[in-house]
């Protein structure tokens, strides 16, 4: 099958690149792109390990072909972190409040929480549980991993409220 | 788990995609969220030589809630129909399915349209679509038609759709029955039901269906008729005698069927509380 020329933005930089179209995204990221932050747990369409943001959306992207992303605007783990490249709000919170273990699964929660906060700045646990059903942990038994992110949620709170 | 190549095409409208299909025939598909699709593919259960991706095809979009009706564009997600308030408030039922459907993720991109036209027993959709009355709009090479949602499903993944037609819209009449309820027992979150049931009742009426119990979805009449009266046993009976399960790796068939029964009577009692 014959290569296709894909073009799309990832962590802010327009990129481009030739695939097949049968390309799964999380491969082009990784392999073409050299951005590992998303992993490959399951490629089922199951565990979340590979969530990433596209247009506005967690996807899985291990479930999306590299021909349907072809112009969308892609979000990975590395591009949650700081202007100065610190660590983000919500990436530091899963560090101080050990919301993981292994690290396997955190780029995918992070990217899949920074998505949830977006859309629901003030979540309650239940609703964070809800929200990150999409994401499997075999290490933390999932309490710390809420923890940072209600964690984060007010501290991204104090920060807009600071900045109006 | 890599697909086996095929060619991509994304036309911006009905009738490029429409011409696709026909061009190639058998070896050519549509794609909307690609959350059944896909996996299919990496498993290589498929063969598909040209992916028409439906997601530059606006028309495709979009939700109308009128007072009698409303009507999903095929490409509405799961997400976008939840998030739809005017939607919600006219037919709690609709959001109160979908959002036991898969997980966050998939609920981004799997589309009502796909859910629909795809033809796995397990899927949600179907049956609560079943339950609602709605019709489906089909466009092909010869036109437009309607198909009733009760007419659509022949055996698991054959439907009434042609294979050179594409699903556009799919119109639900408001019910007039107030109580609702969907009900659905899974082993986990993002599985597929062991046994699911769409009920309404109210004001004399009810209608009832059944999801992954048999190898299409189940709408009982004799069911909802029962249920109208307020005959809650005779309901159960006449749905548990119209469904066929087979045994997986959910379970064996009594198990299912037991399943089936307290998941039927939880939709019931819940729907009959809203409806007073
Ligand atoms: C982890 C996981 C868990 C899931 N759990 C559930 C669940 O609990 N319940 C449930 O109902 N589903 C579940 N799904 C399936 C999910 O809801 C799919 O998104 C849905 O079944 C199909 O929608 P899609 O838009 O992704 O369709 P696609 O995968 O793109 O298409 C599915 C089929 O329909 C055809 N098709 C799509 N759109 C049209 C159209 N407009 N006209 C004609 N044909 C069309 C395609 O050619 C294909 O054959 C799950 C999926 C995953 C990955």
New binding site residues.
Partial sequence: MSKMHVKLKVNGQEVEGLAEPRTLLIHFLRENLRITGPHIGCET??CGACTVDMNGKSVKSC?VFVAQANGADVTTVEGLVNADGSLGVIQEMFREHHGLQCGFCTPGMITRAHRLLQENPSPTEEEVRFGMAGNLCRCTGYQNIVKAILASADLLKGQKEAAE | MIPAGFEYHRPADIRSAISILQEHGDAA???????????MMKLRMTDIGHLVD?QAIGE?KGVEVGAEKVTLG??TT?AELIGNAALGAKIPLLREAAL????PQ?RY???V???V??G?P????PGLMQCLDATYTLVGPDGTRDVAARDFYEAAYFTA?GDE????RITIPVPAMKGYAYEKQ?RKI????TAAAAVLVGGGKASVAMTNLSDTPIWSEAAGAALAKGDVEGCVAAAMGAIAPSEDMRGPIAFKKHVAEVILRRAIAKAQERAK
């Fill in positions: 369409s199951h479930t | 598909r549509v794609i909307a969220g690609g959350h059944s699709l896909i996996p439906l495709l095929a490409m799961q036991q459907i898969a997980d998939v991109v799997g589309t349209g796909g859910n036209a795809n796995d397990g899927n949600d959709m759709r037609e594409i699903l556009t899974k993002g599985d597929y039901a």
